[in-house]
């Protein structure tokens, strides 16, 4: 039999590697061992994708690798997320995300969402061209501890300030920490706009979250 370290590193090592035929495997072997599915995902699955997200922000990889790690986390999560659901394991954080109004692009967003989702984060995402008000709405009904806006048009950058304006007005700006991203997006204009955060990177997004709810 395998020993529970071995399997676990075993998963991260595959996951790293981008092999998801093989860390689907050994997830599912991992269970049938008996090993507790918080450690598999824990020092499995969140392990490996925390050195792809070192990796990635020191340029040590790039978008493609990263997008193959992802599948490969997804396949691991396939087999792994009944049963986290049955054993009522509780997510480190929600996440509730869009790329704001006008905007048509998701690439950015969608890598975003498998960052948080390989920190172990539940993912609520909205897609592209979201309009203020189904932001709102997804905090009225989600409660996120992040909600995250994206843009990658420059002419689409006001529709963040909008959306904030927005959550203000329906009296749930502080249900939560608001963080936004994109390539045209600098720290200067997160905080002009009142945002909680801003991330250079997907990376460094979930760093980031993480730092903004041990603080708040």
Same mark, same amino acid.
């Given at each position: 039999?395998?020993?529970?370290?071995?399997?676990?590193?075993?998963?991260?090592?595959?996951?790293?590697?981008?092999?998801?035929?093989? &860390?689907?495997?050994?997830?599912?072997?991992?269970?049938? @061992?008996? *090993? #507790?599915?918080? !450690?598999?995902?824990? =020092?499995?699955?969140?392990?490996?994708?925390?050195?792809?997200?070192?990796?990635?922000?020191?340029?040590?990889?790039?978008?493609?690798?990263?997008?193959?790690?992802?599948?490969?986390?997804?396949?691991?999560?396939?087999?792994?997320?009944?049963?986290?659901?049955?054993?009522?394991?509780?997510?480190?954080?929600?996440?509730?995300?869009?790329?704001?109004?006008?905007?048509?692009?998701?690439?950015?967003?969608?890598? &975003?969402?498998?960052?948080?989702?390989?920190?172990?984060? @539940?993912? *609520? #995402?909205?897609? !592209?061209?979201?309009? =203020?008000?189904?932001?709102?709405?997804?905090?009225?009904?989600?409660?996120?501890?992040?909600?995250?806006?994206?843009?990658?048009?420059?002419?689409?950058?006001?529709?963040?300030?909008?959306?904030?304006?927005?959550?203000?007005?329906?009296?749930?700006?502080?249900?939560?920490?608001?963080?936004?991203?994109?390539?045209?997006?600098?720290?200067?204009?997160?905080?002009?706009?009142?945002?909680?955060?801003?991330?250079?990177?997907?990376?460094?997004?979930?760093?980031?979250?993480? @730092?903004?709810?041990?603080?708040?």
């Amino acid at each position: 039999m395998t020993s529970l370290a071995s399997n676990v590193d075993r998963i991260a090592e595959a996951l790293i590697k981008g092999q998801a035929p093989v &860390v689907k495997a050994l997830v599912q072997e991992s269970l049938n @061992e008996g *090993i #507790d599915p918080e !450690i598999i995902l824990n =020092e499995g699955l969140i392990a490996g994708m925390n050195v792809i997200g070192k990796k990635f922000k020191n340029d040590e990889i790039f978008l493609p690798e990263v997008m193959i790690s992802a599948r490969a986390m997804h396949a691991g999560l396939e087999v792994l997320d009944p049963v986290l659901s049955n054993a009522q394991v509780q997510p480190r954080g929600k996440l509730v995300i869009g790329t704001v109004r006008g905007d048509l692009h998701d690439i950015g967003k969608n890598l &975003v969402s498998m960052m948080f989702r390989g920190a172990g984060f @539940e993912v *609520i #995402d909205l897609g !592209i061209d979201v309009p =203020e008000e189904k932001f709102v709405e997804a905090v009225r009904n989600h409660e996120p501890d992040i909600l995250a806006l994206s843009a990658l048009l420059t002419m689409t950058l006001p529709m963040m300030k909008t959306t904030i304006d927005a959550l203000e007005a329906a009296g749930v700006r502080n249900v939560s920490l608001v963080m936004v991203g994109g390539a045209p997006v600098t720290e200067k204009f997160a905080k002009e706009i009142g945002a909680d955060g801003y991330a250079p990177d997907a990376a460094s997004a979930v760093e980031k979250a993480l @730092e903004l709810m041990r603080s708040r």
